[in-house]
């Protein structure tokens, strides 16, 4: 059994050849804007890892998708941002089909035989903003919506061919609802502008991308359930507990390289060492039960997404201590002669900062234990 081992084959099992693809190169050329992570992942076929295989797709189910995407984390971690946000799409997508008029089977086959990129344009970023009040509106003009409005950071936002937006937008009797809209990257009005200055994360490509007045034939608008309230659909649930659960396991495969170096290191205590082990495993333990439960269940419903959200605020913890605790483990002379233990644990500290933060949803989190339904906001 080795460290990373099992991610690893199934990273190798279902897009064969990038983990050695990333291997080749260095993490600062990996994580540097234009690097060639996001090039590697489409020429492995990775944007139909969440495709079902009934439209082409590889069709991974959540346990494997969380290995995977531990594995990626662990090689890239801006790539492991970036490809989330991918696939969190792609898996909005294969929902919405369940209850489309048929389009979407369609696009779910041009992302395999394409290998069509996602960028995610639901609503994130804006410090204090609910997460379901998107900055992007859409109106009807006739027989087309248009779409005015921005999404910063928005991952992807150079490498897309399409973009996936939450909007707003009023139903037949004037109710404003969340709607979701499928923008081609080469619409007219649709840009992108500079946005993300840090160097961690860089490669993801999280800049700012904006609508003008882009046209769009209504099938690419799907409206749903969701209002003002807050409380969540079959879709979002859906698409939060993708997110949530593929997000916290890239960032603990980023934790999981730092504590790799230690274990290579070799010179610290085995006491220190396997408790890093057990502190980033148990995590991931965490995240693997839940996704075996989405892979088991027939219906997702709001007590599996808590558990999702209890199990990304318990990584961010462990994600904390690893890497403060490996950090030291490697010692002054690595801190010197290299940035790489440094910028990992930068990197991992990112899951913090997706959303729903853990002070906006602690009131919320509580409620649910007493019978209430779960508002995301």
Same mark, same amino acid.
């Given at each position: 059994?080795?460290?990373?081992?099992?991610?690893? @084959?199934? *990273?190798?099992? *279902?897009?064969?050849?990038?983990?050695?693809?990333?291997?080749?190169?260095?993490?600062?050329?990996?994580?540097?804007?234009?690097?060639?992570?996001?090039?590697?992942? $489409?020429?492995?076929?990775?944007?139909?890892?969440? %495709?079902? #295989?009934?439209?082409?797709?590889?069709?991974?189910?959540?346990?494997?998708?969380?290995? /995977?995407?531990?594995?990626?984390?662990? $090689?890239?971690?801006?790539?492991?941002?970036? !490809?989330?946000?991918?696939?969190?799409?792609?898996?909005?997508?294969?929902?919405?089909?369940?209850?489309?008029?048929?389009?979407?089977?369609?696009?779910? @086959?041009?992302?395999?035989?394409?290998?069509?990129?996602? &960028? =995610?344009?639901?609503?994130?970023?804006?410090?204090?903003? =609910?997460?379901?009040?998107?900055?992007?509106?859409? +109106? $009807?003009?006739?027989?087309?919506?248009?779409?005015?409005?921005?999404?910063?950071?928005?991952?992807?936002? $150079? =490498?897309?061919? /399409?973009? !996936?937006?939450?909007?707003?937008?009023?139903?037949?009797?004037?109710?404003?609802?969340?709607?979701?809209?499928?923008?081609?990257?080469?619409?007219?009005?649709?840009?992108?502008?500079?946005?993300?200055?840090?160097?961690?994360?860089?490669?993801?490509?999280?800049?700012?991308?904006?609508?003008?007045?882009?046209? *769009?034939?209504?099938?690419?608008?799907?409206?749903?359930? %969701?209002?003002?309230?807050? %409380?969540?659909?079959?879709?979002?649930?859906?698409?939060?507990?993708?997110?949530?659960?593929?997000?916290?396991?890239?960032?603990?495969?980023?934790?999981?390289?730092?504590?790799?170096?230690?274990?290579?290191?070799?010179?610290? &205590?085995?006491? %220190?060492?396997?408790?890093?082990?057990?502190?980033?495993?148990?995590?991931?333990?965490?995240?693997?039960?839940?996704?075996?439960?989405?892979?088991?269940?027939? #219906?997702?419903?709001?007590?599996?997404?808590?558990?999702?959200?209890?199990?990304?605020?318990?990584?961010?913890?462990?994600?904390?201590?690893?890497?403060?605790?490996?950090?030291?483990? /490697?010692?002054?002379?690595?801190?010197?002669?290299?940035?790489?233990?440094?910028? /990992?644990?930068?990197?991992?500290?990112?899951?913090?900062?997706?959303?729903?933060?853990?002070?906006?949803? &602690?009131? =919320?989190?509580? &409620?649910?234990?007493?019978? +209430?339904?779960?508002?995301?906001?």
């Amino acid at each position: 059994m080795n460290f990373l081992g099992t991610e690893r @084959e199934v *990273l190798e099992a *279902l897009l064969p050849g990038l983990d050695a693809a990333l291997a080749r190169h260095s993490l600062a050329e990996l994580e540097r804007p234009g690097g060639p992570a996001i090039a590697a992942f $489409r020429e492995a076929g990775g944007p139909a890892l969440l %495709v079902p #295989a009934q439209n082409t797709g590889i069709g991974a189910d959540p346990l494997q998708a969380v290995r /995977l995407q531990r594995a990626v984390g662990a $090689r890239c971690p801006s790539l492991a941002v970036a !490809t989330t946000m991918h696939h969190f799409s792609v898996a909005s997508l294969v929902e919405t089909a369940k209850h489309g008029a048929g389009f979407e089977w369609m696009l779910l @086959e041009a992302i395999v035989g394409k290998r069509m990129l996602l &960028a =995610s344009g639901f609503a994130e970023g804006q410090t204090g903003q =609910s997460i379901l009040r998107p900055a992007i509106r859409a +109106e $009807r003009r006739g027989g087309d919506v248009v779409l005015n409005g921005s999404k910063k950071p928005c991952s992807l936002a $150079r =490498s897309m061919d /399409l973009l !996936t937006a939450s909007v707003v937008m009023a139903d037949d009797s004037g109710v404003e609802r969340l709607a979701v809209a499928i923008v081609p990257a080469q619409t007219k009005g649709v840009s992108v502008r500079p946005f993300w200055r840090s160097t961690v994360l860089a490669g993801a490509e999280s800049e700012e991308v904006v609508l003008e007045d882009v046209v *769009l034939d209504p099938q690419l608008v799907v409206l749903t359930d %969701v209002g003002a309230d807050a %409380v969540l659909d079959s879709l979002h649930i859906a698409g939060f507990l993708w997110f949530e659960l593929l997000m916290t396991a890239g960032y603990l495969g980023t934790a999981s390289a730092l504590v790799e170096r230690v274990l290579r290191h070799g010179r610290s &205590a085995a006491l %220190v060492r396997a408790e890093l082990v057990t502190d980033v495993n148990a995590a991931m333990l965490g995240v693997e039960a839940v996704a075996r439960a989405m892979r088991e269940s027939q #219906a997702w419903d709001e007590s599996l997404l808590v558990d999702a959200l209890m199990a990304r605020y318990a990584a961010q913890d462990a994600i904390a201590r690893t890497t403060r605790t490996a950090l030291e483990a /490697l010692g002054g002379m690595s801190f010197i002669t290299s940035d790489e233990g440094t910028y /990992l644990a930068s990197a991992a500290a990112g899951l913090g900062f997706h959303p729903p933060s853990r002070g906006r949803m &602690a009131q =919320s989190l509580c &409620a649910t234990l007493d019978g +209430e339904p779960l508002h995301v906001g």
